[in-house]
């Protein structure tokens, strides 16, 4: 038996967050009645011009700077030129020889904890075609080119990830990477931020690439890994049957969990580059890069190591904290709001907040326990209002909308009972009540003071003080 | 009918005759004319006597601009809205542009009155003007010659006294032939001097829009309003605009003239190189120093430029598909029946030759050797150019080969038809300004004698022009309009 390497690079393609399109004045609104986001230019009309999106070019150069990436002094437009309806003037504008954003890398964690550096070999601006839409007029295509014209980044990476797993880390960290440079909004659904991956195979320890296909049509991180999974064993078989693989396109199917063939090499596109003659080259100079990298949020990486040397968390906790920027912007809400509660409050997050909203499937922009409700909850642990028991009962009720944790906390009567008379009562009535596990103790048996704690905490219906309890407890069997 | 721009504006200015008046005066020659010299295909009399209504008012209000009320002819190359822009193409017999190009809208705010949009080559592609859709243009001075191409409506809609002025387009000398041939002015401004938008595109880097009239100093009134940048055309250029009027008064003593050698070797008709001398002992007589100069890699222009232009224009023409505008196929069965029907259908013969052409001259293996290299040579050809005008200030040469050549004669050898260009060619290869302007008569026929600039020198260029046409006449001749 060959062992199998697996070689994945990926084709990422995020589309800019800019308001108007690439090349012309119309809005790229996502959703909008077909063909009413097209003007005379995305539409092809006879004798338009491209006019270059200025913010598309900052957009192109604030990932490349991100990257650490070589951004190309004179970039070049070129016309990648292929007849399709949706594709109005029968060329896209692309860039080929000289694209915007040159050799950069990024590093990415990968579960036994170590890290890697993807490669990334180069990113480039273009413009998106429209829709061509089959299902819904019988025997005719429909064409919408309300996205014909919309700002594309295409990330093409180096062929440096060797499972699925590798590269859906590395996807998810582009992915994290375009929105915390607000340059993508990275939904999936709506197809803002594609995949394509390149995957081949080869026996173990040979340096020459095995046969790539292109997998194209993969729109979940889920599906991505699966998409990948399949043709690696599709491959191998291939090759184990004593069958070349061919160097083609396909398509993933996630009904059928699948990829298939879509075109081969044969038929495919002889694209005819050449320099765009409507555009003027890009010229982006040193201070146009200066004051790119001055204006840059902070990026996930610094945020990790800030998370772990400044609060404390672990590498684990802050990974997942700044994976997406999301849940980035939730924690520095509530860390805001209470500084010196960092680690509980990523304890949270990371625990029954997102058990909470992986259960009722929603992300947590859409999360009924805002960052501040969550933080007024965790501070009534820190200042023992509640204790941690109580406070996953008042968590539940804050997710059913009842209201904010001092609310429910008054409403319940959920206030912990730190008052010692009181605790001492409720003491005394269960030691009292137990003569035979009184008895025990003073045999000896030290596990019965879990049974006198359970007790008490269940006549206080959990509100004394856990702490208050222990200490009072052990005092009194001493004393009896 | 044979008012210059000038004579008109005074006329208006006067009151001798209204905005409408004149405009009717030349809807009623066109309509008498055009069925013989078939210049214009479409003419916009509604809209021509609106416009002039509207000029009318403007000038009775005090508010008009040199232009208004200034009947235009505008070459059907040029999107004018909710008027069909055909290009001279099947392709575009069907198609109303919903938008003004650039230089339209100049034109029209500046109040002037379009009769019309002229003939063409089909998508500016031809030296006779035989490649319409809508049938060849008859040279106005012998019916059965060709009066140039691409825009061989405008030149002759102008000789024939059927516009006062026309606009144009130049990609190869499709301004300065037709000039030459039909014995008008015409310019080609510097590559980027005038907006490209709204001008459907045959070669993207050398197409440049330019004005036809009677004199250079009508050139100049006209250039005043088509140049300038463009936001919406990121190859125009963001330059000031001199007043091109205004730079037409001083004499050109010590003017330097070069005379590239050669422009003066084989293939030269004798009528023309006689006129062309004749021309040039005038500039010496008007006190312009005269030199010989050299463009060595002038042989390589006519190639160069047909790489260059086809290649472009093979994916400039790729949006005329069958499925947003312009002709579509009946029953398509399938897309690539679409496809094939609609460009097969839509296009004529020369501009099928150029998308083949130009497809091949790009395609993967060939790129390098046809492509690349002929973008090195272009370089060459500039740098050419850039020497010599180290050296002087203007050049002069013949525009054309040959007069007007008969109808029909050069149809069928596309390689002679594409050499009425070799004198035009390589100024929109270097992207410099040129000129076409009468210098006599051959044969009876026109003779044009073509001047080039610098770069942005159009206002010299111009002024080169008309103080020639101050010491002569051949510009004022007019054909007996049949």
Redesign the interface.
Known sequence: MVAWETVIGLEIHAQLATKSKIFSAASTTFGSEPNTQAC?VD??????????NAEAVNMAIKFGVAIDAEITPVSVFA?K?Y?Y?DL????QISQFELPIVGPGNLSISLEDGQSKIIGVTRAHLEEDAGKSLHEEFPDQ?G?DLNRAGTPLLEIVSDPDMRSAKEAVAYARKIHALVQYLEICDGNMQEGSFRCDANVSVRPMGEKALGTRAEIKNINSFRFLERAINFEVERQIDLIEDGAKVVQETRLYDADKDETRSMRSKEEAN?Y???PD????PVAVTDEDIKRIRAALPELPEQKRQRYIGDLGLSDYNAELLTTSRDVADYFEQALAKAPTLGALIANWILGDLTGALNKADLDIQASPITAVMLTELIERIADNTISGKIAKQVFEAMWQGEGSADAIIEAQGLKQITDSGAIESIIDEVIAANPDQVEQFRAGKEKVLGFFVGQIMKQSKGKANPGQVNQMLRDKLKSV | MSKTISQIQQGLTKRDFSSVEITQDYLAAIKQHNPAINCYISITEDLALQQAKAADQRIASGEAQLLTGVPIAHKDV??TDGVR?S?GSKM?DN?V???D?TIIGNFNEAGSVMLGKTNMDEFAMGSSNENSYYGSVANPWDHERVPGGSSGGSAAAVAAGLAPAATGTDTGGSIRQPAALCGVTGIKPTYGRVS??????F???LDQGGPFARTAEDCAILLNTMAGFD?????SIDQPVPDYSQGLGSDIKGLKIGLPKEYFAEGLEAGVASVIESAIDEYRRLGAEIVEISLPHTKYSIPVYYVVAL??C??N?????G???GHRCSNPQD?EDL?KRSRGEGFGEEVKRRIMLG?YA???GY?DAY?LKAQQVRRLIKQDFEQAFKQVDIIAAPTTPEIAFKLGDKTDDPVSMYLQDIYTISLNLAGLPGMSIPAGFSQGLPVGLQLVGNYFDEARLLNTAHQFQLSNDWHLQSPEVK
């Open positions: 005379a539409l092809g009309f006879p004798g338009v011009l491209p006019v270059l016309r030129n007849f309806p109005p003037k029968g060329y295509t064409i002889d005819r580059y050449f003659p409507d555009l003027l | 040029f999107c822009t290009c575009l198609f542009a919903p938008y190009a490209r938008y709204g001008m459907i595109a070669g993207s880097s936001p919406r055309d990121s190859t290649a472009e093979s994916s023409l790729s949006r005329f598909d499925v947003r505008f897309l496809y497809t790009l395609s993967a790129y492509y």
